[in-house]
Structure formats: structure tokens, C-alpha cells
T-cell receptor, first 108, second 111 residues
Framework: GIQVEQSPPDLILQEGANSTLRCNFSDSVNNLQWFHQNPWGQLINLFY???GTKQNGRLSATTVATERYSLLYISSSQTTDSGVYFCAVYGSNYKLTFGKGTLLTVNP | NAGVTQTPKFQVLKTGQSMTLQCAQDMNHEYMSWYRQDPGMGLRLIHY???????DQGEVPNGYNVSRSTTEDFPLRLLSAAPSQTSVYFC??????????FGSGTRLTVV
């Protein structure tokens, strides 16, 4: 099956700093998603981004499908951005495969 | 809209017991899926469904059964609980693949 690797595994920031999270995947995919899991466990879909760039407020994501990676940018981080960020991909069989996540801690 | 509703939120089972985790969505989504989340492992797909009457296995299907008799409901059955099934379980739904909306999760402990 498709392998998904995320880096870094942990990241600690001061409020207001910017960050970049990376997701590498091992095969061509139909789609890629980024999720945020808050400290209370709730999972939120941030982006569907099979290719190109999308922006939503302080978050943006870029996927370069031909090179099999995606980047999630967080600008002017806030404490509410803390949590785990997951990347996940699926192919034609709709089986969603997750990476192990990046644990982000934003300190005030 | 309620979104995706999972019940129960917490459950303790004895080894060998069976139970059903309920998942219901009111968004008319065709695609529904079940995941388990273990520390350091991310989420792993157990079973999924692309529509009523259609289900398929994910990455870790052993010990679990599913059925999809309606668009709204996608229950997950543990046949004979084992300590290795101690985990947090999430149900999700989407319009066409992936996961748009997650339930709030079920924390299951098997003793």
C-alpha cells in the first residue's frame, strides 16, 4: 500500500511564528488531505489538495503531485493551532492512509 | 445539522464480549469509514463503505465487521473483544472519498 511520511514529528513554536509541515507519499494518489486534531481529540478536515495550492486564512497548503509531497504552512501561529496535524492520501480504491502526524505546540 | 454522531463515547469490555459502535450521519454522504487511533500510529482504516450495501476492508479489518443497510448508518461490530482492540475509534463521512467530517470518537478499553 501507499506509505505516508510526515516531518517533523514534533514542533514547538512561540506564538506569532511561522511553520512548515511536510508530507511525503510513496505512490501517485487521487487526493490528499490535511487534518488537525485538537488537544481534546476532535479531528477537523483542513484541505483536500491533490495538486496546486490552497489557502484558508492563516493556513495554506501546496501539493506537488509529480514529486509526491505536500506542504502545510501555518503563519502567525496562535495557541489554538496546537495539536496534531495529519496528512492522508487515497488512490482509486478510496482507502485513506494516514501519516503518523506532526505534534505542534504553540507557546504563548 | 448534527454531522456525524458516534455512540458510545466511552466503553469498557471484558475479553470475549461483543459490542457494536454506532455511527450515523445526516449529510447524505455516500462514503463512510471507520478508523482506530493508537498512540504513535496515526489513524488506521478498519472498514469503509462507498454507499448503501457496499463495504470493503481497510488496513486493519480483523476482528471487526460492518454493514451498510442505509445511507445514514454504518455500525462497527466487535465480534469477540481482545485487549489489542483497546483504542480510540473514529467514524467519518464524506461526499465522495476521504473524510469530510469525523465523529467525536469512542474510547474503548478491553480488559
Amino acid at each position: 500500500g501507499i506509505q505516508v511520511e510526515q516531518s517533523p514529528p514534533d514542533l514547538i513554536l512561540q506564538e506569532g511564528a511561522n511553520s512548515t509541515l511536510r508530507c511525503n507519499f510513496s505512490d501517485s494518489v487521487n487526493n490528499l488531505q490535511w487534518f488537525h486534531q485538537n488537544p481534546w481529540g476532535q479531528l477537523i478536515n483542513l484541505f483536500y489538495i491533490p495538486s496546486g495550492t490552497k489557502q484558508n486564512g492563516r493556513l495554506s497548503a501546496t501539493t506537488v503531485a509529480t514529486e509526491r509531497y505536500s506542504l502545510l504552512y501555518i503563519s502567525s501561529s496562535q495557541t489554538t493551532d496546537s495539536g496534531v496535524y495529519f496528512c492522508a492520501v487515497y488512490g482509486s480504491n478510496y482507502k485513506l492512509t494516514f501519516g503518523k502526524g506532526t505534534l505542534l505546540t504553540v507557546n504563548p | 445539522n448534527a454531522g456525524v454522531t458516534q455512540t458510545p463515547k466511552f466503553q469498557v469490555l471484558k475479553t470475549g464480549q461483543s459490542m457494536t459502535l454506532q455511527c450515523a450521519q445526516d449529510m447524505n454522504h455516500e462514503y463512510m469509514s471507520w478508523y482506530r487511533q493508537d498512540p504513535g500510529m496515526g489513524l488506521r482504516l478498519i472498514h469503509y463503505s462507498v454507499g448503501a450495501g457496499i463495504t470493503d476492508q481497510g488496513e486493519v479489518p480483523n476482528g471487526y465487521n460492518v454493514s451498510r443497510s442505509t445511507t445514514e448508518d454504518f455500525p462497527l461490530r466487535l465480534l469477540s473483544a481482545a485487549p489489542s482492540q483497546t483504542s480510540v475509534y473514529f467514524c467519518a463521512s464524506s461526499y465522495s472519498g476521504g473524510a469530510d467530517t469525523f465523529g467525536s470518537g469512542t474510547r474503548l478499553t478491553v480488559v
